[in-house]
C-alpha cells in the first residue's frame, strides 16, 4: 500500500475502549468475555484499555489490598497480551478526567434510570450494609470513561450491556440538549463465550469475587488446580455431551471448549459422540491449562518488572489525560461554564 493511503487507513480506524476491575485476579469469565477479545482487536482499531480502579471503590476494599491488585491487574492486562505500543492502557484513577466528565454527565442523568439497573439491584442485594451513592452513580462514571475517548465500539461481557445502553442514552441526551459532542458507542460482545457460568451453580456466571473458589478458574491458577476444578463441575445425571437446554453445566463446558479450540457446538458434539462426561471433563481442563499457561508464565515474569510497570502507566495517563482532556474542555464550553 502507498505511503499516503496507509495514513487514510489509519486515521480511518475504529476506536475500541474497555476497562475491568481490580477486584481480583482475573477469571476465565473475564479472559473468554472480554480480555481475550481486547487482545485480537489490537490489529484493526485503536484500542484504549484501562484498569477501572475507581469503579471498584464502590465495594468496600482493603487499601493495602486493593493497591497490591492494582498493580496485578495491570501486570496481567500485558500478561494476556495487550500491547503498549500498539494500545493505550493506563490506570483510570491516574487520569483526572473521568471524575470530572462524570459530575458532568450526571446533570443530564436521571434518578429512574438509575434504579433499573440490574447491576446495582444485584450488588445491592449482595453487599445490603453497604448501598453506597458510588454503586448507584457507577453507570454515569462508567459513561465518562467511554465518551471521553469518542469510543465507536466497546467489547464486553453480557452482563454489561445495560450499562452501554445507558451511556448511550447518556450521549444522545447530550448531543441533542447542546449539540453535536459524544460518538454513539456500540456495545461489542463475542456471540460464543459471552457469559462464561460457575462451574459449582451454571446458572450463574462465574465471578472473581465468587466466595466458592471452586466455582471459577482464575488465569493464574495452576494446571493441577484447573485440572480438578473442571473434574468437580457441576453437570446433570445424562451422559451425552450434546448442547441443550436444561444442560447448564454442560452447555458451559461446551462453550469453553468451542471458544477456546476454535470449533463450532457441533463439532464439539461430534467430537465426543460415544464418550462419557468424565473424558469430557479431562479434554475441557487440558484445553483451559493449555490457553490459559503463557500468561502465567508471563505474568510471573512481569511481576519482578515493577520499573517497567511503572513506566508503561505513567506513559499511559500521559496519553490518556491528553486525549481525553479534548472532549472534557469542548463538553465544559458547551455546557456554559467559564
Ligand atoms: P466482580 O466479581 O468483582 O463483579 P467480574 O468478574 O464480574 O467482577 P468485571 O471486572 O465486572 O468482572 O468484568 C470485566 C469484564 O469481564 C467485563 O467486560 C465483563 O463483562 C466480563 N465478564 C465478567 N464475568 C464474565 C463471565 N462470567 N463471562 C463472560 N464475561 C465476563
Ligand atoms: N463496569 C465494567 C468495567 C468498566 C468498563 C468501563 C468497561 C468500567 N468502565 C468502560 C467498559 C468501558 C465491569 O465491571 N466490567
Redesign the pocket.
Known amino acids: 500500500m502507498e505511503k499516503e493511503e496507509q495514513k487514510v487507513e489509519n486515521e480511518k480506524k475504529k476506536r475500541i475502549l474497555?476497562g475491568?476491575?481490580p477486584?481480583?485476579i482475573f477469571?476465565l469469565?473475564?479472559y473468554?468475555?472480554?480480555i481475550r477479545n481486547w487482545e485480537q482487536m489490537q490489529e484493526d482499531f485503536e484500542c484504549a484499555y484501562f484498569i477501572a480502579d475507581l469503579h471498584s471503590l464502590t465495594v468496600r476494599q482493603e487499601p493495602a489490598k486493593l493497591r497490591k491488585q492494582i498493580l496485578e491487574a495491570f501486570a496481567l492486562l500485558l500478561a494476556c497480551g495487550i500491547d503498549p505500543k500498539k494500545s493505550l492502557c493506563f490506570i483510570q484513577s491516574h487520569v483526572p478526567t473521568h471524575t470530572e466528565l462524570s459530575w458532568i454527565l450526571s446533570g443530564v442523568t436521571q434518578f429512574g434510570e438509575l434504579s433499573r439497573m440490574t447491576q446495582f439491584k444485584d450488588k445491592s442485594a449482595k453487599h445490603a450494609d453497604n448501598v453506597n451513592a458510588g454503586l448507584f452513580t457507577y453507570p454515569v462514571l462508567m459513561a465518562a470513561d467511554i465518551l471521553l475517548y469518542q469510543a465507536d465500539f466497546v467489547p464486553?461481557?453480557a452482563?454489561?450491556k445495560q450499562h452501554l445502553e445507558f451511556t448511550r442514552d447518556i450521549a444522545e441526551r447530550f448531543n441533542s440538549r447542546y449539540s453535536p459532542t459524544f460518538t454513539l458507542p456500540e456495545p461489542y460482545i463475542a456471540e460464543s463465550?459471552?457469559?462464561?457460568?460457575s462451574l459449582q451453580d451454571p446458572t450463574k456466571?462465574?465471578?472473581?469475587?465468587d466466595e466458592n473458589p471452586k466455582a471459577f478458574v482464575s488465569i493464574l491458577d495452576t494446571p493441577d488446580v484447573i485440572m480438578s476444578k473442571f473434574k468437580s463441575a457441576v453437570t446433570d445425571s445424562d451422559t451425552e455431551v450434546c448442547y441443550k437446554e436444561g444442560k447448564d453445566g454442560i452447555n458451559n463446558l461446551m462453550s469453553i471448549y468451542s471458544v477456546l479450540n476454535n470449533k463450532s457446538l457441533d463439532e464439539v458434539e461430534k467430537e465426543f459422540a460415544g464418550k462419557g462426561y468424565g473424558d469430557f471433563k479431562k479434554a475441557v481442563g487440558e484445553t483451559v491449562v493449555e490457553a490459559l499457561r503463557p500468561i502465567r508464565e508471563e505474568f510471573d515474569r512481569l511481576k519482578t518488572e515493577k520499573a517497567y510497570l511503572e513506566e508503561v502507566y505513567t506513559e499511559g495517563a500521559r496519553n490518556a489525560t491528553a486525549i481525553s482532556s479534548r472532549t472534557l474542555s469542548k463538553v465544559k464550553r458547551k455546557v456554559g461554564l467559564l
Do not use: P
Open positions: 474497555s475491568i476491575q477486584t481480583g477469571t469469565g473475564n473468554i468475555g472480554a464486553v461481557g452482563d454489561q463465550g459471552a457469559r462464561v457460568m456466571k462465574m465471578s472473581k469475587s
